[in-house]
């Protein structure tokens, strides 16, 4: 009888212990009396789950980026050099009119026989469709630093505040990828 109230206890022990945590608990007090500041906050943007938020493409043919020096094109040896993307995340939020997202996809750029260490600038698009219709567009034009050393550097870029109005339907997509176009000078 005393060994069942010791392991009863033991294992009660046990899952209180595993109900704690270590991370701060927020109770809710802020330097706004009022607490009208982040009852706003909490009433304009709410966190959308990660399956709701459009999920974000590589579009097909888009993902390399190769430049050429002296006018060259397909020929190895004059390859200045090639940035690629590669994974891809993204983050919601919706109020009563928008849905919002920030997109981040991860690069890298790697040097060419023909290429040298700066900073290029890569012209990357993201765009948002519903099936056909074009909710959102934009060509950024995305700084990348070639490293001195000749090795291969790697990258994150981030476009946020993408609005897309009136939520996301059920075939929203985000589609990131190199816009082709004339090479841009090294700064």
Do not use: H, W
Not at 40 to 62: E, F, K
Not at 96 to 102: A, D, E, F, G, Y
Not at 133 to 143: A, R
Not at 171 to 184: I, M, N
């Amino acid at each position: 009888m005393t060994i069942r109230r010791f392991l009863g206890i033991t294992l009660l022990a046990t899952v209180a212990g595993c109900s704690q945590s270590d991370k701060p608990v927020n109770l809710g007090v802020t330097s706004d009396p009022s607490g009208v500041e982040a009852a706003t906050q909490q009433q304009t943007q709410v966190a959308v789950i990660q399956g709701s938020c459009p999920q974000v493409y590589l579009q097909d043919g888009t993902a390399v980026l190769q430049r050429y020096a002296r006018g060259a094109k397909d020929d190895p040896q004059n390859l200045a050099y090639q940035v690629t993307l590669a994974d891809t995340t993204r983050q919601c939020t919706i109020n009563s009119s928008q849905l919002t997202i920030t997109v981040m996809v991860q690069g890298r750029v790697v040097v060419g026989p023909a290429g040298a260490s700066g900073t290029v600038n890569v012209p990357i698009r993201v765009s948002v469709l519903d099936g056909t219709n074009t909710l959102y567009s934009q060509l950024v034009q995305y700084p990348v630093a070639i490293p001195a050393d000749g090795s291969a550097g790697q990258f994150v870029f981030k476009q946020d505040n993408i609005a897309v109005p009136g939520g996301s339907g059920g075939f929203t997509k985000v589609y990131v990828g190199f816009e082709d176009g004339p090479a841009k000078k090294r700064k």
